[in-house]
């Protein structure tokens, strides 16, 4: 056994609660988190061609990969797969008196020049977690602003105000749904999987429409 | 709500008891806590929920619980996010804008509620009772049935919302209960919009003599209320 130690950043920024991979091939070697300071260690079984893969889901979010080395800390950047961009989600036309912002969703399809097979391990399911998305976060009635690696990325929102505490006789509002997407020029984004691919290679701005399906 | 007569009853330390209402009578889907006894006015219920999804394969074997979920309640300003039994994430559950108990009132329109609304309950000189029956939240299940290509199918998936519910008493934490609700969606059709929701199951844990509130809990309280941290906690 081994142990890997090493430090995942964006813009030489610490990325906390990033899911730090150990893949050998096909196959999941070990998992830790990063710490406040971007910090992990983990024991791994030596594999050849072992690899470090980060996947970072908080404010700035993206993939970042390097090789495993046991002797030195590992440099997990975000940059060196691909720059984060900022990009910016508002509600165009506002929404009804008293609702927040929908809750997004977001899940890498390309990311730089990662090969397909390493994209999909974002979506591995690692541990007892098995995710639907890579990014989940609820919009404010002023939108909400991410950092996104470069790449392209589906998401979808909707605004569902169901009741947890509930008083007699409430009835829940009907679900809505982002039904539109475009990009701040207008330029509207191609449909998928009941949401839309959002092409991120700079600063981006995203208007969405909400309404009943 | 109309409590099942015959409900399991237990004694509260100092007075009265509490029963346990794993269904209403009327077949709505509504539990409840039910303190009857001496002082009522000075009780509160104060709930916490924790929701999960977690998928299953054709064979019935976990895949695993979808930790990516955010949802948002009405009347209730705080986004959750859906966790594991081992990494729960557990939000304080009232409608209240001042006070953390089940039936204060909103106090602000947030979140599609409106003002003075307040979770189900019956108060009186003798009795203090609150009442729930959560929002089936079938979006959750269609996100975990929309697989990607190189996933493996979803056969069924069960979302639950778990609860736990302290009794105060004044200045004292006094019984702990908890209730699982559950809905079982069975193939992608069933989870479709306009579809019918699937049967829930409420399933209570015993309820029992208590005299703190549990630290994950203590956490959630003093994050949305914050001059409640003074209740006895771990």
């Not at chain 1, 470090?52 to 002797?71: D, N, S, V």
């Not at chain 2, 003798?126 to 089936?136: K, L, S, T």
């Not at chain 2, 979302?159 to 193939?187: I, L």
Request: include cysteine; aromatic fraction near 8%.
């Amino acid at each position: 056994m081994t142990e890997l130690r090493g430090r995942v950043t964006a813009a030489d920024a610490p990325i906390p609660a990033a899911e730090v991979l150990a893949v050998a091939g096909d196959a999941l070697a070990g998992h830790a988190e990063t710490d406040a300071d971007g910090r992990f260690a983990l024991t791994v079984t030596p594999a050849p061609g072992l690899r470090l893969l980060a996947r970072c889901r908080r404010h700035a979010a993206g993939l970042a990969l390097a090789p495993a080395a046991e002797e030195d800390e590992v440099a997990l950047r975000l940059e060196d797969v691909a720059p984060p961009w900022p990009v910016r989600f508002t509600v165009g036309g506002g929404l009804p008196d008293g609702f927040p912002g929908p809750v997004l969703r977001l899940v890498p399809l390309a990311l730089g020049a990662l090969t397909a097979t390493d994209v999909k391990w974002a979506m591995r399911p690692v541990g007892e977690r098995s995710d639907s998305a890579y990014l989940s976060e609820a919009m404010t009635a002023d939108g909400l602003a991410l950092l996104l690696q470069a790449g392209r990325w589906w998401f979808a929102a909707r605004l569902v105000l169901a009741s947890d505490a509930r008083a007699a006789g409430a009835v829940d509002p009907p679900p809505l749904h982002a039904v539109a997407a475009q990009l701040a020029d207008g330029t509207p984004l191609d449909a998928m999987r009941g949401g839309w691919v959002l092409p991120v290679g700079g600063p981006t701005a995203v208007s969405l429409t909400i309404g009943e399906r | 709500m109309t409590p099942n007569a015959g409900d399991p009853s237990v004694p509260v330390p100092g007075g009265g008891t509490v029963t346990t209402h794993t269904d209403d009578a009327a077949a709505a889907g509504w539990f409840g806590q039910d303190y009857q006894g001496p002082n009522a006015q000075q009780v509160g219920w104060i709930q916490f929920l924790a929701r999960e999804v977690e998928k299953f394969d054709a064979g019935g074997a976990s895949l695993g619980f979808d930790t990516s979920e955010v949802t948002l309640a009405q009347g209730q300003s705080e986004a959750r996010k859906t966790g594991t039994p081992s990494a729960p994430h557990w939000y304080v559950d009232t409608l209240g804008g001042a006070l953390p108990f089940y039936d204060s009132p909103a106090t602000a329109a947030v979140n599609g509620g409106t003002v003075g609304s307040a979770g189900a309950a019956d108060a009186s000189a003798g009795q203090a009772a609150m009442w729930d029956a959560p929002g089936a939240r079938p979006e959750l299940a269609r996100d975990a049935f929309d697989t990607w290509f190189y996933e493996t199918d979803v056969a069924t998936v069960t979302v639950r919302a778990r609860f736990v519910q302290y009794m105060v008493r004044g200045p004292d934490v006094v019984m702990k209960g908890g209730m699982t609700v559950s809905w079982t969606y069975s193939g992608e059709a069933s989870a479709a919009a306009g579809a019918a929701d699937p049967p829930r199951t409420n399933t209570p844990a015993p309820v029992a003599a208590y005299d703190h509130i549990d630290a994950a809990h203590h956490v959630a309280l003093v994050r949305r209320f914050p001059t409640f941290r003074y209740l006895p906690h771990d």
